[in-house]
């Protein structure tokens, strides 16, 4: 019998039924407008929304106000990135951020690029880890944006966000950062953190797809934004369009509860990757983790199988659900941009997974997939007519080439 186990939480979570719970009502008798002020169906639904933007606000130690709904962390990326450019255009035309990024920011910044803005992709060392100083060294008095992930997809890894705000806050520059895999994870708090622009989405935090924010910093000096999306002028005219009321009742719903269970889930979670790290670490030769293990997400593990291919192992393990790469650059041929940037050689990269561990998992699960990859690892090496050469000149260098 093979037992299916999810392992590619970056990728997406399950919906937590307590939060199918709260949607429901919003799909039927509480089908309401939001922006239909004339009757108890747009009053209902409008105070849903409410209630759903101070459950994000609070999870970010955010105000209501400074919450815009979106369809997602992509469209927050861009909404953040595309409607700064646009409205500091007459202060400057430079944007600083780093080469790890999601597309969601780096596809955003090459079209402004080929709208004649000029965009520093800046590098990680071999943890994955940017050096604040390099921020400090890159602005420019044309710098109007500097966008750096808090915690990342493939990786896990989280960068040290309070102190490249503080230099983005000290050089008058404004600082976004694509929090997706943060919230709901570990500790965020925008004020404690600086930022002026945050970017979530609900479905890597077991809400529905669909539906993600922006944390729009308010007070002095004020955060400008070109809205990207023209119409209704919902969401103070920022974003346009009708509210996905069921969607965004999910999200604040979500908000709520890691509020509550975030820590003691981290705990849980930490726990089960560290008894997976072990396993793999005990049972195979030329393993190794990418991106640093003491600054990364509870629940993520990118390891590497030096002699195998990812592909190979996942498609023999198929029940066993990792990922190579991000799921949302899938096309990517060969090791994703990310391993690239840690510089990670080509044997390395090329047999990389990333496991992502969630709420649902359980000790069982773990074994179970740990058992299933220590086996598959083995049986795919011993076919490899490579592996012993790259084992006399891997093997020389230890583990963690
Ligand atoms: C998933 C993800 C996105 C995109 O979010 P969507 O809500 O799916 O558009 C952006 N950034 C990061 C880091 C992500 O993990």
Known sequence: MKKRVY?????????????????LPYFTEKFGNPASRQHVWGWEAEQAVERARAQVARLIGAKSEEIVFTSGATESCNLAIKGVAEAYAGRGDHIITVATEHRAVLDTCRRLEKRGLRVTYLGVDSEGLLDPDEVRRAITPRTILISVMWAHNEIGVIQFIEEIAR???ESGVLFHTDATQAVGKIAVDVGAAGVDLLSVSAHKMYGP????????????????????????GHERGLRSGTLNVAGIVGLGEACAI????????????RRLRERLWEQ????????????????????NLNVSFAGVEAAALMREMGEIAVSSGSACSSAEAGPSHVLKALGLGDAWARGSIRIGLGRFNTEEEIDYAAGRMIETVRRLRERSPVYELLRETLGARGNFL
Request: zero cysteines; a negative charge; proline letters at 5%.
């Open 280 to 299: 793999l670490r005990n049972e195979l030769e030329l393993v190794r983790v990418n991106g640093s293990l003491e600054r990364r997400l509870p629940g």
């Open 209 to 232: 797809k669909g539906v993600g924010a922006l944390y729009v910093r308010s007070g002095e000096p004020r955060v400008e934004l070109v809205a990207q999306m023209e119409g209704g």
């Open 167 to 169: 230099i983005a806050r």
């Open 7 to 23: 392992l590619d939480h970056h990728a997406t979570t399950p919906v937590d039924p307590r939060v199918v719970e709260a949607m």
């Open 258 to 269: 890691a509020e509550r269970e975030m820590a003691a889930e981290g705990e849980r979670l």
